[in-house]
């Protein structure tokens, strides 16, 4: 159950904190007082989307918490315990939505997510309000209902995971058949270009190797007469250098005999000549490898002119050698590819008929459970709403499937944008849809000797409340969560009927904490602890106050005042005093 609110800084409350405990605790007062202000801040601490425009004005950020006792058993103290919270602490949950847009979720004082949110407090509250009776007139949100009554969405979620693991596979079915005429067109020109790659007999970096080649080549006989300079200058002509440093050696060593310092300067240039002439033999040999023959140089250009070509029409912008070698083996893998397109549609085509085999077993039960439990809830439903003061009231739920087309115009075009409707998505001639092969209604006639038709067609206000209340009622014994609030639960009833809803929410109660705005007398006398709610100005700001109404007297003069308004006389306190007896 809730076992304290605290909201800080949010719409027009300032600050407020109260403690709730088990039984019907209603909550009263004007108009616009900021009653919802309060069921939306318990809306957010369940996972609710945050707004900006919901921080007080003129503050940087709004502060919801809110604290809930935690059973040992429940699914709750599971999921605690899955991540390492300890559920005997309780469960202490804030949340703070800040004007810059930075929103924080502190679970248990540890920053958390508002996945995690959701998950954890699933089945701790559940608020039906406006929006609830009006999401009740959406036949989307039928399919749900009868589902958690069914209790079938274990079988439910297997649809879902087979139907997201087959339509991807038909869709790649599809886009391989459609593609795989038009590649088998292209494979003739891809083997033209292999063959024309391949026949290059390309080596990587050849390019260049060419490049320094061919300007070697064009330079020859330049090269050829300094290298033939420079052996005459060290070795051939009269008076070479090895000549000279001969002489220098034989008088260094001459003199070395009175002057060892000379001796090893004639040692030191002995090896220096011993290099110079290693160096010499080197120019002799790179002197050979010059060649000076034209038709050498001309092939030379021939391939390096081939080269270029190629790589300008397989390099894109790049144009390089590497780039080439990546086209061809893109050209390979795409050649590769499309070779084994038809094996892999085969593969994919038994998996895929596989696949829609069992969606089709799953989807089927699915439907007959859901057709069972449709019986079920209908005839509860129907008794319920009796005891709400619609006596006559036929209740239906309507689980019809949708045939398929036997000639659709252009089945490839169906598969995409009506996926569902794709002929290994059906099952005896019955569309499989993401959630099966039904489509859930619920119909209601509220007089004799009508027929049952669509909530959204017939159902009045007063009618649709009540018809949330029963469904609630039911729902709450598959599902059970430890607290009900109610806003607008007594939208256009009065009267008689008013006070049987009253009735019923007391009787809800008894097993669960309810928390419901009323503006009704009849439904307020109900409850086991009774709050006011009104606008009251502090310091030039306006803020909502909530108080709690523990006194006879104080709880008296609030019914009086729902019943009479601002004038309460003597005989409207003692009738509100009577409906509190």
Same mark, same amino acid.
């Given at each position: 159950?809730?076992?304290?609110?605290?909201?800080?800084?949010?719409?027009?409350?300032?600050?407020?904190?109260?403690?709730?405990?088990?039984?019907?605790?209603?909550?009263?007062?004007?108009?616009?007082?900021?009653?919802?202000?309060?069921?939306?801040?318990?809306?957010?601490?369940?996972?609710?989307?945050?707004?900006?425009?919901?921080?007080?004005?003129?503050?940087?950020?709004?502060?919801?918490?809110?604290?809930?006792?935690?059973?040992?058993?429940?699914?709750?103290?599971?999921?605690?315990?899955?991540?390492?919270?300890?559920?005997?602490?309780?469960?202490?949950?804030?949340?703070?939505?800040?004007?810059?847009?930075?929103?924080?979720?502190?679970?248990n004082s540890r920053q958390s997510t508002i996945q995690f949110l959701k998950q954890v407090t699933r089945n701790l509250a559940s608020i039906s309000s406006q929006h609830a009776h009006q999401g009740l007139l959406n036949e989307e949100n039928h399919l749900d209902i009868?589902?958690?009554?069914?209790?079938?969405?274990?079988?439910?979620?297997?649809?879902?995971?087979?139907?997201?693991?087959?339509?991807?596979?038909?869709?790649?079915?599809?886009?391989?058949?459609?593609?795989?005429?038009?590649?088998?067109?292209?494979?003739?020109?891809?083997?033209?270009?292999?063959?024309?790659?391949?026949?290059?007999?390309?080596?990587?970096?050849?390019?260049?190797?060419?490049?320094?080649?061919?300007?070697?080549?064009?330079?020859?006989?330049?090269?050829?007469?300094?290298?033939?300079?420079?052996?005459?200058?060290?070795?051939?002509?009269?008076?070479?250098?090895?000549?000279?440093? %001969?002489? #220098?050696?034989?008088?260094? /060593? &001459?003199?070395? =005999?009175?002057?060892?310092?000379?001796? $090893?300067? !004639?040692?030191? *240039?002995?090896?220096?000549?011993?290099?110079?002439?290693?160096?010499?033999?080197?120019?002799?040999?790179?002197?050979?490898?010059?060649?000076?023959?034209?038709?050498?140089?001309?092939?030379?250009?021939?391939?390096?002119?081939?080269?270029?070509?190629?790589?300008?029409?397989?390099?894109?912008?790049?144009?390089?050698?590497?780039?080439?070698?990546?086209?061809?083996?893109?050209?390979?893998?795409?050649?590769?590819?499309?070779?084994?397109?038809? %094996?892999? #549609?085969?593969?994919?085509? /038994? &998996?895929?008929? =596989?696949?829609?085999?069992?969606?089709? $077993?799953? !989807?089927?039960? *699915?439907?007959?459970?859901?057709?069972?439990?449709?019986?079920?809830?209908?005839?509860?439903?129907?008794?319920?709403?009796?005891?709400?003061?619609?006596?006559?009231?036929?209740?239906?739920?309507?689980?019809?499937?949708?045939?398929?087309?036997?000639?659709?115009?252009?089945?490839?075009?169906?598969?995409?944008?009506?996926?569902?409707?794709?002929?290994?998505?059906?099952?005896?001639?019955?569309?499989?849809?993401?959630?099966?092969?039904?489509?859930?209604?619920?119909?209601?006639?509220?007089?004799?000797?009508?027929?049952?038709?669509?909530?959204?067609?017939?159902?009045?206000?007063?009618?649709?409340?009540?018809?949330?209340?029963?469904?609630?009622?039911?729902?709450?014994?598959?599902?059970?969560?430890?607290?009900?609030?109610?806003?607008?639960?007594?939208?256009?009833?009065?009267?008689?009927?008013?006070?049987?809803?009253?009735?019923?929410?007391?009787?809800?109660?008894?097993?669960?904490?309810?928390?419901?705005?009323?503006?009704?007398?009849?439904?307020?006398?109900?409850?086991?602890?009774?709050?006011?709610?009104?606008?009251?100005?502090?310091?030039?700001?306006?803020?909502?106050?909530?108080?709690?109404?523990?006194?006879?007297?104080?709880?008296?003069?609030?019914?009086?005042?729902?019943?009479?308004?601002?004038?309460?006389?003597?005989?409207?306190?003692?009738?509100?005093?009577?409906?509190?007896?």
């Open positions: 159950m809730l076992g304290e609110l605290a909201i800080k800084n949010f719409a027009i409350i300032d600050d407020l904190r109260i403690s709730f405990s088990n039984g019907l605790s209603v909550l009263t007062g004007e108009t616009g007082a900021g009653k919802s202000i309060i069921i939306e801040a318990v809306n957010l601490l369940l996972g609710g989307r945050a707004s900006t425009d919901l921080v007080r004005t003129g503050e940087k950020q709004a502060e919801l918490e809110a604290f809930f006792p935690i059973e040992p058993d429940s699914s709750a103290a599971k999921i605690m315990r899955a991540y390492d919270l300890d559920p005997f602490e309780g469960l202490m949950i804030r949340r703070i939505i800040a004007v810059n847009g930075r929103h924080r979720i502190f679970v009868l589902d958690t009554f069914a209790g079938t969405h274990t079988l439910r979620n297997t649809v879902q995971e087979l139907y997201g693991e087959l339509l991807p596979l038909l869709k790649n079915i599809y886009e391989l058949k459609a593609g795989i005429e038009k590649a088998i067109e292209d494979n003739e020109f891809i083997r033209y270009q292999i063959d024309e790659i391949e026949s290059a007999q390309l080596k990587p970096d050849e390019d260049e190797a060419l490049e320094t080649e061919r300007n070697r080549l064009k330079n020859g006989t330049e090269i050829y007469e300094s290298l033939n300079s420079a052996m005459d200058e060290i070795y051939s002509k009269d008076g070479s250098v090895l000549e000279r440093l %001969g002489k #220098i050696r034989a008088d260094f /060593e &001459k003199h070395g =005999v009175v002057d060892k310092a000379l001796s $090893r300067m !004639a040692e030191t *240039l002995s090896r220096s000549m011993l290099e110079l002439e290693d160096f010499n033999h080197e120019l002799r040999r790179h002197c050979d490898t010059v060649d000076l023959n034209p038709d050498i140089l001309e092939e030379t250009e021939v391939r390096l002119d081939f080269i270029q070509k190629l790589k300008r029409k397989y390099g894109g912008h790049s144009a390089t050698l590497d780039a080439v070698f990546k086209k061809y083996k893109e050209l390979k893998s795409t050649l590769s590819g499309t070779e084994n397109m038809a %094996g892999q #549609i085969e593969q994919m085509e /038994e &998996k895929a008929e =596989v696949l829609s085999a069992e969606i089709g $077993r799953k !989807a089927i039960e *699915l439907s007959g459970q859901r057709q069972k439990a449709a019986l079920e809830l209908a005839t509860l439903a129907e008794g319920e709403l009796k005891s709400l003061e619609m006596e006559n009231t036929r209740f239906r739920i309507s689980v019809t499937q949708v045939k398929k087309e036997t000639k659709p115009e252009d089945p490839q075009k169906e598969l995409f944008f009506d996926p569902l409707a794709s002929p290994l998505l059906t099952v005896n001639g019955m569309k499989i849809f993401q959630n099966g092969i039904d489509r859930v209604s619920f119909l209601m006639a509220p007089n004799l000797g009508e027929q049952p038709r669509p909530l959204s067609r017939i159902a009045s206000g007063g009618e649709l409340s009540r018809v949330v209340l029963a469904l609630k009622a039911i729902l709450t014994e598959t599902e059970p969560v430890g607290t009900l609030v109610f806003d607008e639960v007594d939208s256009g009833i009065g009267g008689r009927t008013a006070d049987k809803v009253g009735m019923k929410l007391k009787l809800l109660s008894e097993k669960y904490q309810l928390l419901c705005i009323t503006h009704l007398t009849q439904i307020a006398r109900y409850g086991t602890h009774h709050y006011r709610i009104e606008k009251k100005v502090i310091n030039n700001r306006t803020s909502t106050v909530i108080t709690p109404l523990k006194e006879t007297g104080d709880r008296i003069r609030e019914i009086a005042r729902m019943m009479g308004g601002s004038n309460i006389s003597q005989a409207t306190l003692d009738h509100a005093a009577e409906m509190l007896e």
